[in-house]
């Protein structure tokens, strides 16, 4: 059944609430990975018109966000974590290829960090990733993409802080 975006924010928050770490987390993700099959859902939470990143929920109490994403053309990603946040993404069309990776050397105000990659995977629509605090990872595209992204607080405040990272073999 196609889920208005305030019951989708409100049954995420009842999981993050009833489980506030790791766990409670993927449970929201594996709530949305039907919904982002779901045309219908999708038509209405990411149309066309959807821009770059638009805030579609806030929830009052828990402060989690839930947005609409629609990327246009290619781009590589730089590895990176989300702070002291935690984020799903949630594919719903297009495709994302998702590079996850190791610490090698963390980042310190004499030079950027190392990392290794560790696994690379393609997302498809109906696909959902939890990455919870310090999982670092990178996306890349071809083509646009449409996406929901859930971020355990907004994380515009923290974009312009992340660190470079080197790749090492
Ligand atoms: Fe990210």
Redesign the pocket.
Known sequence: MTKSIDELGRLCGALLKAQPGPDGRQKVCDLLKPLLADNAFVDKAIPESTGERELLYEDPELKFCIFAEHKGGAKIGKP?D?GPSW?I?GQAAGETEMTEWELVKAPSKDGPGKVRRARIYKMTPGSAYV?NEGVL?S?SRTAPTRLIRVEGVNLDQFRALRPEYEEVP
Request: glycine share 0%.
């Open positions: 990176h989300h984020a993404y990455y990872h996306p």
